[in-house]
Every structure is written in structure tokens, then in C-alpha cells.
């Protein structure tokens, strides 16, 4: 039975933020097939981590810059090694280069971080975003990871087009692979609450995630305090894991606005509202949030960047709107308009069901996986710069991991 390793960046959290979603998603995929997979990960488990032996999934803990790894990776000998994100990639390639050079390599970007990074840099210096922000260093290190992996994953078609366009990486690398999601039934469209059983707006989103703590404050300082004169009976509900005293501290019960904290089950508990509010002003990749609402049938209010690379082409799951009296306006018509919310809703699920219906894209992936593996040779050769990166990255990397071993051996 062929191996496959996962490297984590931290132990998966579907409860706590899209991520965590995604990794069981892209394990469950791979459980398709006889492969045997471990999941191996250094950061420490909380109590929100997800049971993978339940998928029969074996959990490994191990060191960072630390010779066990070598050992355990060795013993183990995968058939391919996923990196989650391409700080694992970062830490522990070279271990797996030297150790197990015909193991096919494969990078889940998660979303491009470097992105996401200039972005939140425009937003925060009250500069419009251009491409030329995304010529960072921490581009060079992301951009590095992916050169040096066989096939790196892509949540994002406006992610693939920049990797291609601007920083010309070959097709060859990149596989786009959106959230895998089940197809919404007429069986499931029958037992959402009605328009007439909802009632408040919501927020949701993972704290850790700066995206999301910027989007409560615009909600909080621009959009409620309007919103909620005009829908004097409304409340803004807001929720999300690891929730800061910052953000614990906006809860304001006068002003209708009531910070949740964690969702138990981040769908439950959406399908019991009327609306979801989420201004995003910066980040990358696509957002959990929108899938939930859309399998909930819960229409929502964003921006360009929020919707970014999801409808593709398709009428909104809600309004797309980028100015804040016109987000207002929006929030408005679908809190009170029966005939409007149910069009959205019906639009999330022609959304969902043709971009993120799992059934579409497993199987494909799967296929494409056996193809580099027949054809890992070859594949490499036409990625030769990658091969270059990896030699000399990985000598740096190496004597860097190196030398804080043996710092720690010392300590």
C-alpha cells in the first residue's frame, strides 16, 4: 500500500477556521484511494483538534530542526509528502530530499500568503493595491516553495492567473483545487429555515486571521451604527474561534452588537440567521464563510475582494457591494425582502453546485497525481530552475536547521 505523509502546520481544526475544513476535505479525497496516510505536525494539539484516527489517519508528532525527522521519514519512505502551507515546506524539504528523493512533493498554499500580505499593507498605509506590491520578499520565499515542489495546490483561479501572469510560473505546477464540497440537494434546500424564521445579521471568522478582525471593526465603527437605526429591531451577531480581549471587548448589548465568540458548528449555527455581513477588506484565496453560507442558504453582503474568483460569471449568493452606504443599502433590501433574499439564496446554490461539487474535481486530481508520479522524471527535468532553487535553498536551509539543532543540543 502506497504512503502518503501530511506535514501540518498545525493539527486541523475544522471547527476553527477553513483551513482546518480544507485539510480533512483534501484527506478525505486521498481516502478514495489505498493510500495509507500519516499525519505528522510539531505544534501542540488543543482541545478544537480534529480526531484523524477516526479516519484512520496515524497521527505523528514530531521535532522541527531536529535529526528525528530524517529517522521517522525514513522508516515511513512516502510514496508523496504534502507540505500544509510553504513555511512546512521551508522547514522540512531538505530533510525529505535527502532522505526520500523520489517521493513526489506536493504544496497546499492554503491561500497565496504574499497576497494577502500586500494587500493588508495597502489597506493599512490607505493606498490603492498594484501589482507591483507583490514583488516582496516574502513573495520570493512563497514563490521559492512552489518552484520547488513537483505541484503545488491553488484554492484561488485569480491566484493561478497571478502566479502565471506575473511572476511566470509554469502551468505545469499549479493545480487548481477549490474547497471540495457535497452537492445541495433539493432535500437539504427543504430543510433550511425559511426567510420568515431567521432573524439578525452575522459576521464569522477565525480571529488568528487579521482579514477578520478588520472586518468586525469596519462593522462595528461604519456599517452598524447606521444599519441598526434603520432596522431598529436587527442585532449583528458576530462569531469566530480564539476571539481576542480586542474583540471580545466590542460586545456592546445597547447597541445590538454581540460578540459570540466560537461556533460549535459553524453551519448550525448560521442557518438561524437572516443575513451575513462581511466587508472584507483584504486577504487572498477563497473564503469559508461564503461556502457555510451558501450550504446554508444564508445570503450575504461582501466586497470585490470577499467574492473574489468565486461566482465566476454567476449572479452573487447576496450583493457585492464596495462603498459603505451602498453595503447599507444592500444589507437593507435582503434583510426585508423576501423575493430578493430568495434569489440570492438560489444563486449560492447555483454557485456551489457547479464550482465546488466534489465530485467534479476528485477524480481528476487523483488522475493527475498518478500521471506525475509515472512521470516524475521528466516532469522535474522541465522544471529545472526549480532544481536549482532546490540545491541552493536547501544548503542554506539545511545549515540554518542545522545549526539551531545543534544550538538547542547546547541549551
Known amino acids: 500500500m502506497k504512503k502518503l505523509l501530511i506535514i501540518g502546520q498545525v493539527w486541523p481544526e475544522p471547527t476553527s477556521s477553513a483551513a482546518g475544513t480544507r485539510m480533512i476535505q483534501l484527506i478525505d479525497c486521498f481516502k478514495k484511494t489505498e493510500f495509507e496516510i500519516t499525519f505528522a505536525c510539531a505544534a501542540s494539539k488543543s482541545d478544537f483538534s480534529f480526531d484523524l484516527k477516526s479516519k484512520n489517519v496515524s ?82 520565499r512563497e514563490i521559492a516553495s512552489i518552484l520547488r515542489s513537483d505541484l503545488s495546490l491553488i484554492i484561488s483561479k485569480k491566484e493561478i492567473e497571478i502566479l502565471e501572469k506575473e511572476f511566470k510560473i509554469d502551468e505545469s505546477l499549479l493545480y487548481y483545487l477549490p474547497f471540495l464540497e457535497e452537492n ?15 432573524k439578525h445579521f452575522m459576521f464569522i471568522g477565525n480571529f488568528i486571521h487579521e482579514p477578520n478582525y478588520n472586518c468586525v471593526q469596519v462593522l462595528k465603527s461604519e456599517i452598524w451604527p447606521i444599519l441598526r437605526k434603520k432596522l431598529p429591531k436587527a442585532e449583528l451577531h458576530i462569531y469566530g474561534a480564539y476571539p481576542t480581549q480586542k474583540v471580545l471587548q466590542l460586545n456592546n448589548p445597547t447597541e445590538r452588537f454581540f460578540v459570540k465568540g466560537r461556533a ?32 446554508t442558504g444564508t445570503p450575504n453582503i461582501t466586497t470585490k475582494i470577499g467574492a473574489e474568483a468565486m461566482q465566476e460569471n454567476l449572479n ?9 452606504e451602498d453595503f447599507i443599502e444592500k444589507a437593507c433590501l435582503l434583510y426585508e425582502n423576501e423575493k430578493q433574499w430568495e434569489d440570492a439564496q438560489n444563486n449560492g446554490i447555483e454557485i456551489l453546485n457547479s464550482h465546488y461539487n466534489r465530485h467534479l474535481f476528485e477524480d481528476k486530481f ?22 536549482i532553487l532546490q540545491h541552493h535553498t536547501n544548503q542554506s536551509t539545511k545549515y540554518m536547521s542545522l545549526w539551531i539543532e545543534q544550538k538547542n543540543k547546547i541549551s
Open 59 to 140: 497521527e505523528v508528532e514530531i521535532k522541527l530542526n531536529d535529526e528525528s525527522f530524517n529517522q521517522f521519514i525514513k522508516d515511513l519512505n512516502p510514496a508523496i509528502v504534502l507540505f500544509d502551507r510553504f513555511m512546512i515546506e521551508e522547514q522540512y524539504s531538505w530533510r525529505v530530499n535527502q532522505e526520500c528523493p523520489n517521493a513526489l512533493k506536493i504544496l497546499d498554499t492554503e491561500d497565496l500568503h504574499f497576497l494577502r500580505n500586500a494587500r493588508q499593507s495597502a489597506s493599512k498605509k490607505g493606498i490603492d493595491f498594484t501589482n507591483e506590491l507583490l514583488f516582496s520578499d516574502l513573495a520570493k
Open 184 to 198: 445541495i440537494s433539493e432535500e437539504k434546500v427543504k430543510s433550511w429555515k425559511k426567510f420568515e424564521e431567521r
Open 264 to 295: 460549535e458548528n459553524a453551519q448550525e449555527t448560521m442557518s438561524l440567521y437572516k443575513v451575513l455581513l462581511a466587508p472584507i477588506q483584504f486577504g487572498a484565496g477563497v473564503k469559508g464563510k461564503f461556502v457555510d453560507a451558501m450550504q
Open 316 to 324: 452573487w449568493n447576496g450583493y457585492i457591494a464596495n462603498d459603505t
Open 366 to 387: 487523483l488522475e493527475k497525481i498518478n500521471d506525475l508520479e509515472q512521470n516524475l522524471i521528466p516532469h522535474r527535468n522541465h522544471n529545472f530552475i526549480g532544481q
